[in-house]
């Protein structure tokens, strides 16, 4: 079975400076997804950003953008200029591939931009 | 596009009591997940849909809950009888058929509260 692991509770950034949110996982799979969500106070779950094991490039979305170290099984997000809507629990998720895929969740981390 | 509607958004009951959630899908979406997301923990799996057929439902406690999905398009989750453990907020997603990555599109989510 695969884990997902976030080790930190909880983050705190100036607004316009950069942060980064770590994520391990477990897996004995050689190809899988990764992806981060985020869900804003009282809102819904959105995703932020998706890595295919496969590709060895990092993704980038905008501001964000992830460190995937396949042999670590590290995914860690960074995020450039923060600003107040960061605010939110991110989610780090993990998903097998195949049609009866399904995601598997870490805790999260609770991470508050300072104005 | 509309996304994924889900009633109530909130719900007190006290234990013992029988409860029921919502949820219509995105337009054309084959695949409906429910998951459970007790506070500060990740949301988990608790039973996937693939159009109106059950593809996994391991971590669904049928002793009390029950899930059905009639013509393949809203979904109902039911949980009899309550007990204080199952406040949470439910969230259901969908995915497109046969999707290349495992991208789930989130509703809003329903609190429930049990005294």
């Known amino acids: 079975a695969q884990t997902v692991t976030q080790s930190q509770p909880e983050m705190s950034v100036q607004e316009a400076e950069t942060v980064t949110l770590s994520c391990t996982y477990d897996?004995?799979?050689?190809?899988?997804?990764l992806f981060w969500y985020k869900q804003p106070p009282s809102r819904q779950m959105i995703l932020v950003i998706r890595?295919?094991?496969?590709?060895?490039q990092n993704a980038t979305e905008n501001r964000f953008s992830v460190n995937f170290q396949k042999a670590a099984k590290s995914f860690s997000l960074k995020i450039s200029d923060s600003q107040l809507g960061d605010t939110a629990m991110y989610f780090c998720?993990?998903?097998?591939?195949?049609?009866?895929?399904?995601?598997?969740f870490g805790k999260g981390i609770t991470l508050s931009v300072r104005p | 596009e509309a996304g994924v509607a889900q009633s109530p958004r909130y719900k007190i009951i006290e234990k013992r009591q029988s409860v029921a959630f919502w949820c219509n899908p995105i337009?054309?979406?084959?695949?409906l997940y429910w998951y459970q997301q007790i506070l500060g923990q990740g949301p988990k799996l608790l039973i996937q849909?693939?159009?109106?057929?059950?593809?996994?439902d391991s971590q669904l406690p049928k002793d009390r809950f029950s899930a059905e999905r009639l013509k393949g398009v809203d979904s109902t989750l039911k949980i009899q009888p309550a007990k204080l453990e199952d406040s949470a907020v439910y969230l259901c997603?969908?995915?497109?058929?046969?999707?290349?990555?495992?991208?789930?599109?989130f509703g809003p989510g329903t609190r429930l509260t049990v005294t």
């Open positions: 997603a969908s995915s497109p058929p046969r999707p290349l990555i495992d991208e789930q599109y």
């Open positions: 897996t004995s799979e050689n190809n899988y997804y």
């Open positions: 890595q295919e094991a496969y590709k060895q």
């Open positions: 998720a993990f998903s097998n591939t195949g049609a009866n895929s399904k995601l598997t």
């Open positions: 337009s054309g979406h084959a695949t």
């Open positions: 849909f693939q159009n109106n057929g059950v593809v996994d």
